[in-house]
């Protein structure tokens, strides 16, 4: 059974609940991060036939440990979190204006999950994800991680694909995480080069690098020495390049839109599922971006899907 290890961060998340008035404002709780949700639904299509572990920091409070039961209840594996004493979880609170633009607020620079490849358990971790047939991380994971754990997770992506093991990423550029821009190249680009599938929207790109369109982007990253790469741009197009060979393939047009939250990361998600099940890149684009239009008509990151046969 093909096996692969999520790296990131989940946090808890407060969202404001549909019975919350001006007077008196409710929040309710659930857990969501990006690279999280990709474990969630990898977990959810591929119903026990690959094993999806995901792997963080958390601490050892009762949040913490109600997020590692709710990930062991969705099917993700919690067999490689470390659990940090008298820490606790990242929080996030959306917000939303009067014309329902929503924004983030975070309290997130204490959160465990950027000391992972730094304590005790780091040998026990590497020695862990080093079983797995494939690694997958984010530009998030990255961003949060000190820049000692970066350079561990880099080495361990080395030595990693120097034993036949394969790794996935995203880029998911959040400039907030980030020093500067300058900071988030260098890193993103070291990612870029050591990945074998890439996942990254063509807006992280546009954003960080001021490419116009997508075939700069492709050729850009495909420089860098990737050899597939998916490029997501919303509800434009879908790119595929693999070893000199570019597909683009049209998105479906959604029919409902409710909350685009978790687009790109439930489509990384069908699209491992369907590519490491052996699919062929158009049906894995196609599976991606059925379970992506699933998820957008669906309040929150976090929702059951149907998922598609392949
Ligand atoms: N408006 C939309 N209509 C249909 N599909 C969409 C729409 N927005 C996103 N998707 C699907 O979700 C995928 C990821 O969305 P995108 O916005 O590119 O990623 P991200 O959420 O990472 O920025 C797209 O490739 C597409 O398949
Ligand atoms: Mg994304």
């Not at 990006?34 to 792997?55: F, H, K, P, W």
């Not at 690694?135 to 998030?140: A, N």
Request: hydrophobic share 40%; glycine share 8%; net charge negative.
């Amino acid at each position: 059974m093909t096996s692969i290890g999520i790296i990131g961060e989940c946090m808890v998340e407060l969202f404001r609940a549909e019975e919350s008035s001006q007077q008196n404002e409710l929040f309710k709780k659930r857990f969501g991060g990006d690279t999280y949700n990709t474990a969630y639904y990898l977990a959810q299509c591929a119903r026990g036939n690959m094993e999806v572990s995901y792997i963080t920091a958390l601490g050892d409070d009762s949040l913490s440990c109600e997020m590692i039961d709710t990930f062991a209840a969705a099917g993700v594996g919690t067999d490689l979190i470390e659990k940090i004493p008298g820490a606790v979880p990242g929080l996030y609170m959306i917000q939303t204006d009067e014309k329902g633009e929503r924004s983030f607020l975070y309290w997130r620079a204490q959160a465990p999950a950027r000391q992972l490849f730094q304590t005790a358990f780091s040998e026990q971790l590497k020695a862990g994800l080093m079983q797995k047939d494939w690694l997958c991380f984010s530009g998030i994971t990255l961003a949060i991680l000190y820049p000692e754990g970066r350079e561990e997770l880099f080495q361990l992506c080395r030595d990693f694909r120097a034993k036949g093991g394969k790794i996935a990423f995203d880029s998911n550029y959040r400039p907030r995480l980030w020093q500067d821009s300058d900071e988030a190249k260098y890193v993103l680009n070291q990612a870029y080069s050591l990945c074998d599938l890439a996942l990254p929207s063509h807006d992280d790109e546009k954003l960080l690098f001021g490419l116009e369109n997508t075939d700069q982007s492709i050729q850009r990253i495909s420089k860098l020495g990737v050899h597939e790469i998916v490029l997501k741009n919303g509800s434009e197009s879908v790119t595929i390049y693999t070893d000199g060979d570019v597909q683009i393939f049209p998105v479906e047009t959604a029919s409902v839109i409710k909350d685009t939250t978790a687009a790109g990361d439930s489509f990384n998600a069908g699209y491992l599922w369907a590519r490491l099940s052996g699919k062929e890149i158009g049906v894995s684009a196609a599976t991606a971006g059925e379970i992506a239009r699933q998820v957008i008509a669906q309040q929150g990151a976090i929702v059951p899907i149907t998922v598609p046969s392949i």
